[in-house]
């Protein structure tokens, strides 16, 4: 049975999200214990900063959640109110909407589907991705592509980083008079980056933990790149600051932004946090002279793009329906697979048996027509054998029923 489980931004504040959070660097070794520890045949886990979600095939889920509070060393009771367990098929229809950005913070935004294959690999790599769950993940990209080729999802879509930016205009009167510092160097950043810079800032800095990488960001925007270990000697420099690293403690305490905030005497700051776990303490965001944003807070502002994409929303479920019913069609096939092997197994055994002993009696110098004739008969009683007396045993509604499933299986015509 394939079944996910998870928590997200629908299910859970960000205080629980980022404490069942995985670093993308310890995935791995996360897939790794699962599969040692429970008894599940196939898993693959999405953790982005909106949700963590483990996708999974397996008699019962109840092992799972106890290895994923166990993970994280938290107590049953504070996150199982927050989680949310899809079975088949809804578990697909799950995949299916996530793929397609329809369970996004953001309806119809694009990067959620990056993260899921980027999940894949690592699974793939892991050697946790099964047959059923490369499947559904494969046709979890196919009806993402149909989803945004054929309806309107992505149309004027409000990127998160597109939400900053919008914030940060509530304050300055012009990005491009304010100095910016992104830290990280991942797909988020690089997104808020190229949203900054198209408003011309005055200022670009990189703050990464490896140095190359910040610096081969920073040149795309002609920047500058720092260490992480600097940011306590620039801080105060930047008039606006975007986070988002992988980090699972914060990067910027309340003691180093009350030392930035004086040496600016005051200046205002604007502050985005989009990392879960987050970057930034909390406490930052009661300073007067801060203003400090989460990734749930940049949720409210892109709620009014949302009404603009029911109609484009409703295309995309009907597209889903189907393929849902369409892969369920697929996992219910493979259930047939044993019993179509066995039968064949089975009526191959009969075939070489029979063969073998026609070759001994042509051996014996008994007539070809004669033995072509015995192999037939012999042949044919053995594979309708079991069948026959099948329906000769069987009474009532189950002879009614075999009686129905033989006239299918063999296209018999029984009428008159």
Not at 91 to 98: E, L
Not at 155 to 177: K, T
Request: negative net charge; proline residues 4%.
């Amino acid at each position: 049975m394939i079944f996910t489980l998870g928590i997200n931004h629908h299910s859970a504040p960000l205080a629980i999200r980022e404490r069942v959070a995985f670093p993308t660097e310890k995935l791995n070794q996360a897939l790794a214990d699962l599969t040692r520890k429970q008894p599940v045949k196939e898993v693959a886990i999405l953790s982005t900063c909106n949700r963590t979600e483990i996708y999974a095939s397996a008699d019962t889920p109840e092992a799972v959640i106890d290895w994923l509070v166990d993970y994280h060393q938290m107590a049953p009771g504070e996150i199982t109110p927050y989680l949310y367990l899809h079975p088949q098929p809804e578990a697909i229809r799950h995949a299916f909407r996530v793929a397609s950005g329809l369970d996004s913070m953001v309806v119809g935004e694009p990067q959620i589907l990056g993260q899921m294959k980027d999940a894949v690999r690592i699974a793939d790599e892991s050697g946790t991705l099964g047959t059923q769950l490369h499947k559904l993940f494969q046709r979890a990209f196919s009806v993402a592509k149909e989803v945004r080729s054929t309806t309107a999802i992505g149309a004027n879509i409000v990127s998160m980083a597109a939400a900053g930016v919008h914030l940060a205009e509530r304050i300055f009167e012009s990005i491009g008079q304010q100095r910016i510092l992104f830290i990280g160097a991942g797909e988020m950043i690089e997104l808020c980056a190229a949203h900054f810079c198209a408003h011309h800032p005055r200022q670009v800095t990189i703050a990464n933990r490896t140095l190359e990488r910040g610096r081969a960001l920073s040149e795309r925007f002609s920047g500058q790149a720092i260490r992480l270990d600097e940011l306590g000697e620039h801080l105060a420099q930047h008039d606006i600051v975007v986070s988002c690293t992988a980090s699972p403690l914060p990067i910027i305490g309340l003691g180093m932004v009350e030392r930035a905030v004086k040496a600016r005497r005051h200046r205002p700051m604007f502050m985005v946090d989009l990392a879960v776990p987050r970057d930034i303490e909390e406490e930052v965001g009661q300073l007067d002279d801060v203003f400090l944003y989460t990734v749930d807070d940049l949720a409210q502002v892109v709620e009014s793009g949302q009404e603009s994409r029911q109609a484009a929303v409703v295309d995309a479920e009907t597209i889903i329906a189907l393929r849902v019913q369409d892969f369920t069609a697929w996992l219910q096939s493979r259930d047939t697979v044993p019993v179509i092997r066995s039968l064949r197994d089975t009526a191959e055994r009969m075939r070489r048996h029979e063969i073998e002993h026609a070759m001994k009696l042509l051996a014996k110098g008994e007539p070809v027509e004669k033995v072509l004739e015995h192999l037939s008969l012999r042949l044919t009683n053995k594979l309708l054998h079991a069948p026959t007396q099948a329906l000769n045993l069987a009474e009532g509604s189950e002879r009614h029923a075999l009686q129905l499933a033989a006239a299918r299986l063999f296209h018999l015509h029984t009428g008159d």
